[in-house]
């Protein structure tokens, strides 16, 4: 199946069916269609790049854009709006960008435009000419589809290459998992330059024709509105979303009675929220997990294999090995390196070719980077990761980049972050320091000041005084020996 070729099955089967709502409108076929082919003459006509970049809030203005990209062969490069400046603008620069398709709007919400590529404002074009008709561009399944930029271990985003067989890969494995049909409703919340906001939520519902509603913001009162307005079968979150959709008081069990589907992912998800849902709203929650470079989703736990803290097994079609440190495969029950192989792997990291081929083995398995073991049924539990990144809200956070902006202020002579766990978000980034000499701690000056350089969910929670960090006889700094203190700990779930 070809991405684009099947969304467009789907309008010219049903032109005038609504496929999306979001916080603006209503989508049909048809409007997706003609607002798609706008985008492509503008885009031809303004850009000469193979790839394009979008930068949109979570609607159907997305998907349309996309379409629209996608009709001229080309590849669209979702663009994260929460990003600093700088990261945003490197991200525009490594992709060779030179068209971005936006909105007013979300240009003050960046702060600025970024530097280099020609505009497509979409709320300044009119949609209401008839646009020129055209015959999609064929597109082979190896073609990129997509270039979804992730955080990377120096904490430079690096861009994710997703050819359109990865992601028809995955669309389909997902389908044959829990077995969608056009009956179902999927409520989406997660940003669509998000790979599970992009495939699962975006892609996978307009190729197989289900109806998805939008919402661009995560406001959890809205979501239990939307969940009792449009009755919808499958909603996707992060643990911390459903933390708070937990305290909504005006909700009662039978509000969530329609959905088939409950999905957790992108950090772990705690005992008390998974037995709140269930005690509270006669809710099971089931997790999931994937990676931007398994184009979304390779397991899922479907509700009626529940295993609590299993993430399900493989989807379709993936195979999976787990790695001791001495590269011997394991047995069930043992941990080691989770490494998967499938269609749905990526082609690749952009002009990265020695961490593309450090990227898998020489059996062509993705090195996922997670600790992690699987039961004698199959069920795989992911038990740490090997790398020190955190996942604090969903999002990718490395130490090195925090790091980096603390030892640049005039007090710190060195520094270390962790991750600490956050009932909210998941985890939070935590941050010792040690000072030049004579110079005077102070936490709220160093917070502040990586503010400056960092997105908020960036800046430690808390900064810690030490006279020496712990170093190995090399002089590394090691990071697993710093501990906060009890007190400290003592807020969280653990340390």
């Known amino acids: 199946m070809n991405t684009p070729w099947a969304i467009l099955r789907q309008i010219v089967m049903h032109p005038t069916r609504v496929m999306i709502v979001d916080d603006q409108r209503s989508w049909r076929g048809i409007d997706l269609l003609v607002g798609a082919l706008h985008v492509a003459a503008e885009v031809e006509r303004v850009s000469e790049s193979r790839q394009v970049g979008i930068l949109l809030p979570t609607g159907g203005l997305f998907p349309m854009a996309a379409l629209g990209v996608w009709l001229l062969g080309r590849t669209v490069v979702p663009l994260n709006y929460l990003l600093k400046h700088s990261d945003l603008q490197y991200v525009v620069d490594d992709s060779e960008i030179d068209a971005l398709i936006t909105v007013g709007p979300m240009l003050q919400f ?169 005690e509270k709203l006669s809710v099971v929650l089931n997790e999931g997990f994937g990676m931007t470079e398994t184009s979304a989703v390779s397991h899922w736990c479907r509700p009626s294999e529940t295993r609590r803290h299993s993430v399900g097994r493989a989807l379709p079609r993936i195979e999976v090995k787990i790695v001791a440190a001495d590269g011997r495969v394991v047995g069930p029950n043992e941990e080691g390196e989770l490494r998967l192989r499938g269609p ?54 490395f130490p090195r980049e925090i790091e980096e902006v603390l030892n640049r202020h005039e007090s710190v002579a060195a520094s270390a972050v962790i991750g600490v766990r956050d009932e909210s978000r998941g985890e939070v980034p935590v941050a010792f320091v040690e000072l030049v000499e004579g110079a005077v701690f102070d936490e709220t000056a160093l917070r502040s000041f990586c503010r400056g350089y960092l997105a908020q969910y960036k800046v430690p929670r808390d900064v810690y005084l030490l006279e020496k960090l712990p170093r190995n006889p090399t002089g590394k700094i090691v990071r697993r020996e710093l501990k906060v203190p009890e007190k400290e700990a003592a807020v969280g779930v653990g340390g």
């Open 110 to 278: 960046v702060g600025a435009a970024p530097k280099g590529p020609k505009l497509i404002r979409l709320d300044a074009m009119n949609f209401k000419q008839m646009p020129t008709l055209r015959w999609p561009r064929w597109v082979g399944s190896d073609e990129l589809a997509v270039l979804l930029y992730t955080s990377g271990t120096s904490g430079k985003p690096k861009g994710v290459m997703l050819s359109h067989g990865n992601i028809a890969a995955n669309i389909e494995q997902c389908m044959e998992w829990v077995d969608f049909d056009e009956r179902d409703v999927i409520l989406g919340v997660l940003p669509q330059f998000h790979v599970f906001g992009l495939t699962a939520l975006t892609l996978l519902p307009l190729c197989h024709g289900l109806k998805v509603i939008f919402t661009a913001r995560f406001m959890p009162r809205k979501i239990v509105q939307l969940i009792k307005r449009h009755r919808p079968t499958a909603f996707m979150g992060i643990a911390s979303m459903y933390t708070a959709l937990l305290n909504v008081k005006e909700q009662t069990a039978e509000d969530w009675k329609s959905l088939r589907f409950v999905v957790s992912g992108g950090e772990p998800l705690p005992d008390a929220i998974s037995q709140g849902f269930r």
């Open 344 to 397: 749905n792997m990526m082609q690749g990291y952009f002009k990265l070719p020695e961490e593309t081929a450090a990227a898998f083995d020489d059996e062509g398995y993705l090195r996922t980077g997670d600790m992690a073991r699987e039961d004698e049924d199959g069920f795989l539990y992911i038990t740490g990761r090997i790398k020190e990144m955190m996942i604090i809200g969903g999002e990718n956070v």
